[in-house]
């Protein structure tokens, strides 16, 4: 459709605004820096101009850039959990402080690092932060995190192998500004090119590779190498790696990553606030996984760790992903039979998730909690309850970090807890929650999706410790046994079975407490204000069963 500019009309006062601003903000910029940190990137600010202010057809706000500004993308540099895990790692292994900032960076802090990087320079961790540094001309790009102009630029080189996994993806180190693409799912006409090249300095350029598990995998798909005492590589860590579970799955050709952390919004919808063209199959920039904690963690202590986000935002995000925890990763069922005195109960968990559950990063868990009441309310067994201070009661790695609880295919003891885990254990099978220490897993019982074959797993994604050999436990979830005595207690019985998850492990935050170091400090701080509500409810199936058993 031709458009036609006259000077008195709405849209020419509203695009000479524009660019105008547009205008006015490269000259800021230019005299704010220069060389090369703006000639490979521009940080949100740049993006969030046109890509806010946008409305679904359902009159859902669906702006892209308060979306992303909110999640764990928009905030993986201020992101205080990541901080003290950095800081942990270079007090532990302080001989290998520069590859543990450059490989922590990479998908932390992308285009400070690889600006750091293209300068023959160290990438930091922690310089570029208030309360952390002394700030530098990288601060702003670093708070951006994981920014527009980063996943935007990624070239479509590597996707989808070794050499591109762990932060192996490809940005265009050479074009100048002016000059560079930057990439989407949509072929833009030449009017809408010139109006965002005038705003952004960059080109827009259709590449179906954004759409694209593997680009995912680049930052998603992570392998770390343990260290013994001395700094000598002992083993090789698949520290996380939801895209390989993804592959070995029946969602794989199917569904990608974007389709559930970026869903789709319903009917026609704009990208842009400046002379929207509404498009089909617009994606929304939520990120909707799995970490209702962090946010609200965030806005909390915002103004210390200096969130731009909203508070509104902040607990849309944290809500979503409560909601997508609590909706779309599990159901639960639960089967009693009562005979002679003992009650026995089955629960069935199945995964409707495309990786495990959890995937990601270690210190994730999800677990079983059974409770069992006679006809007066009083507890007959009860395993895994959530404690205020954010640990399980019965499992053994919250009370003595030597230990952890293994997998099992029949409960007998409220002191027995399921936890859906990985645990890792040092060179010299120690258990351990640093991930340099971690040369293997002695268990991952973690959730399956559907489809996966866990005797052809490759080593990567394999199911470790007793789930192994466990029948039961197998691709879409896991059937578990419950039994115990009732004596002379009387029925009616009510049966609940809840399926808990906790982004942050209790053992995972008090490890940090003795490490001497401002990050440490502050996180366990965080996370014992917080604890309380650490965790959340994923599924509940409850069921009565009568005196005579049925």
Known sequence: MKTTMRGNGPVFHALLAFLLLGTLTQIGW????????????????RCLACHNQLTAQSGQDISIGFNWRSSMMGNSGRDPYWMAGVRREA???????????????????PIARTLAVAAGEKPR?????????????LTGLARDGVSCAVCHQIQDERLGTREGFTGGYVIDLQT???????????????????VMHSSSEFTPAEAAHVQSAEL????HTLFTHALDPEGNEVGELPEQTPYLEWLHSDYSGEKTCQDCHMPEVEGEAPVTGVLPNPRSEVSRHVFRGGNFFMPRLLNRYRAELDVSALPQELEATALSASENLGGRSATLGVEPLLVDG???VTVSIRSLVGHKLPSGYPSRRAWIHLAVRDADGRSVFESGAFRPD????GNDNDDDGSRFEPHYDHITEPGQVQIYEDVMVDYAGKVTTGLLYGARYVKDNRLLPVGFEKTTAPPEVAVRGAAEDDPDFEGSGDRLR???DVGERLGPFTVEAELWYQPIGYRWAKNLVEYPSEESARFVEYFDGMARTSATLVARATTVVRQDGR
């Open 30 to 45: 230019a005299s704010a820096r220069s060389g090369l940190f703006s000639d490979l990137f521009h940080t949100s600010d």
């Open 91 to 109: 007090l532990d292994h302080p001989a290998a402080v520069d590859a543990i900032e450059d490989k922590c960076t990479v998908c932390h802090l």
């Open 125 to 137: 961790a922690f310089q570029h932060f208030a309360g952390t540094g002394e700030g530098d001309d």
């Open 176 to 194: 100048p500004m002016g000059e560079r693409r930057v990439l989407g799912p949509f072929t833009v006409d030449a009017g809408r090119t010139r």
């Open 216 to 219: 995912c995998a680049t930052c």
């Open 342 to 344: 003992r009650l026995a």
């Open 390 to 393: 954010g640990s399980i009661a």
């Open 482 to 484: 419950y039994t115990m």
